[in-house]
């Protein structure tokens, strides 16, 4: 296994990743950052991106995270093919494995490896992702503006989803897999008092309709065993998200669902010198815009922190 040294390591794209690497280099950081197995993360697979500023026409999703890559290569940053495997935060000096081959060590590491939308794992869901199937309705929302729509979810989650739906479309099937929701109280009155959204009890989808875009849902009650197929233009699935934190686990603090925790008002971890941003953290707003804004303040706390050690090193000499 080959060794390399550098001074900070960013794990990860995507717009939490390549904002980190645009600041850190901007800073003389000569950042290293490393891709992961999805280059970009999940805009890759968004065709159309109408809320990321700076885009008056709209922007397609890997055109963004093309513009990104570039502007963070412009200012020096050395974007490198691979995924960490592994990383040993348990020294000063933070280590990672890349692709079980080669050991990087860093003064600093800033993590953005993101998450990943759950699916159903229906073949039709994946076709058509894009073409009309989403997991994030106020990314794509907006596209489907006066046409009806599916939504598959029963928590806080898919309830605020489908009443955002609700104010832009012309009618939302919320589909729940049991007789009753995981929503709060609050959320499933907000849900059942709207009267463009009808819930589909005891349902589950069997297959997404279309061959080029989505056209319909094929959908089971899986009590009477009923099938009925219902005309819509997007479907969205909102079961949940895993963040991509796993190889973190055995020394970065998180929450019971896998987000890793950082202190109040900043990026900062329980392991100093090692900072999170984008949507690793952030199990609330999951936005391009906001993944790159963590992504500034990942770099500027990881640029204080090497201040602050230079500082501690020339006072003790």
């Known amino acids: 296994m080959t060794t390399e040294h550098v001074n900070c390591l ?23 950052l490393y891709q992961g197995m999805q280059p970009g993360g999940q805009l890759t697979i968004t065709n159309e991106v109408d809320n990321f500023p700076g885009y008056p026409e709209g922007v397609n999703g890997p ?13 020096g940053t050395d974007i490198r093919y691979g995924v960490v495997t592994a990383v040993d935060f348990s020294g000063s000096i933070h ?20 998450a990943s939308a759950k699916w159903l794992g229906l073949p039709s869901e994946m076709r058509l992702n894009g073409s009309g199937v989403s997991a994030c309705a106020v990314c794509d929302g907006f596209f489907f503006r006066g046409k009806d729509v599916a939504i ?106 896998g987000y890793i925790v950082t202190e109040k008002g900043s990026t900062r971890t329980n392991v ?5 941003c984008g949507d690793a953290q952030d199990n609330t707003y999951r936005q391009a815009v906001t993944a790159a804004g963590t992504g500034c303040m990942a770099a500027l706390d990881a640029e204080r922190y090497l201040a602050m050690k230079e500082v501690e090193m020339h006072a003790e000499a």
């Open 95 to 114: 280590k990672a494995t890349v692709d079980d081959q080669q050991e990087i060590s860093a003064n600093v590491v800033i993590i953005s490896t993101g």
């Open 152 to 257: 598959v979810g029963a928590g806080d989650t898919a309830a605020e989803e489908a009443s955002y739906l609700a104010n832009l479309c012309r009618k939302v099937y919320m589909i729940v897999r049991r007789g009753e929701m995981r929503a709060s109280k609050f959320m499933q009155n907000r849900v059942k008092s709207l009267p463009n959204i009808e819930i589909l009890w005891n349902s589950e989808t069997e297959e997404v309709l279309g061959e080029t875009e989505v056209n319909g849902a094929l959908i089971k009650n899986t009590v009477t065993g009923e099938k009925r197929v219902i005309d819509i233009s997007g479907f969205f699935v909102a079961i949940g998200h895993v963040p991509n934190t796993a190889i973190f686990k055995p020394y970065i603090e998180m929450d019971e669902t």
């Open 272 to 276: 100093p010198g090692v900072f999170a």
């Open 10 to 32: 960013i794990i990860g794209s995507g717009p939490a990743g390549y904002t980190a690497a645009i600041y850190a280099s901007r800073a003389g950081m000569k950042p290293v």
């Open 63 to 75: 055109q963004l995270m093309t513009d990104l890559e570039q502007q963070a290569r412009r200012f």
